[in-house]
């Protein structure tokens, strides 16, 4: 089996995170798609952040439409923040096939940041996905990318190519890593929260059942108007 590993903070999951993800379990093609939401993310810092099994059951509930989509719990089940590498070395004894970590540009850009990043590369193979903002040439400052390799990034930036594979000639045992330029989504988690605050419209932003979960559970309360009384 191929089986692509979708992590993140999920705060909460949208549509985007689904798109994104039958994108590539269709192009590449993955068998399964599993999204593992985190415990304590050590590298975000949110006063809003709801506990790690709110975020679990919001992922469950988005991904029932879809049979080759699971949910694993073995970050939101584990005390301590929730570093990738530790994740990987617990999950791929239990994994009867290849992975591939699924991660955006813009988080791959802090990779020399993670908790033991060259290890990390050798555990499994890597697909970076576009993202906003970030084109992939801005790569070029990562030591681990071959200066040679700039000018074929900047090839999926222009649409050029749609996938660029490599494998880091600096670290021994690396596996592969595609970069993979999906298509353009611009919603984001602090978009959704943001409108869930205001009271404005998630109509297309979340699969219903998150929705009613959210709203059932008070979870991204709304912002008080200016001169409403508090209710006691």
């Known amino acids: 089996m191929r089986i692509g590993l979708l992590g993140g903070t999920f705060n909460p999951i949208h549509n985007c995170h689904l798109q994104i993800a039958l994108e590539i379990q269709e192009r590449f093609p993955l068998d399964q798609v599993l999204f593992i939401p985190s415990g304590i993310p050590p ?15 919001m992922t469950r509930l988005a991904v029932v439409p879809y049979p080759r989509f699971k949910v694993s719990d073995i ?18 004894p239990k994994l009867e096939g290849e992975a591939f970590f699924i991660l955006g540009v813009d988080a791959f850009l802090e990779i020399e ?3 033991e990043p060259e290890h990390l590369l050798t555990l499994c193979h890597f697909i970076v996905v576009s993202r906003p903002e970030h084109p992939f040439s801005s790569l070029r400052q990562i030591p681990l990318i071959d200066p040679d390799d700039t000018t074929l990034l900047k090839k999926i930036d222009a649409g050029e190519i749609d996938r660029l594979t490599l494998i880091p000639s600096s670290i021994p045992g690396a596996k592969s890593l595609t970069f993979f330029k999906v298509h353009p989504c611009l919603m984001s988690a602090t978009n959704v929260r943001k409108r869930l605050r205001e009271g404005t419209s998630l109509k297309n932003f979340l699969p219903e059942a998150v929705r009613s979960y959210i709203m059932k559970n008070n979870l991204y309360a709304r912002e008080k108007k200016r001169g409403e009384t508090p209710k006691r």
């Open 75 to 92: 970050e939101v089940g584990r005390s301590g923040p929730s570093y990738s590498v530790d994740t990987l070395r617990a999950l791929l």
């Open 113 to 115: 940041t993670w908790k």
């Open 43 to 57: 590298h975000k810092v949110e006063a809003d952040i709801p506990s790690g099994a709110h975020r679990l059951e």
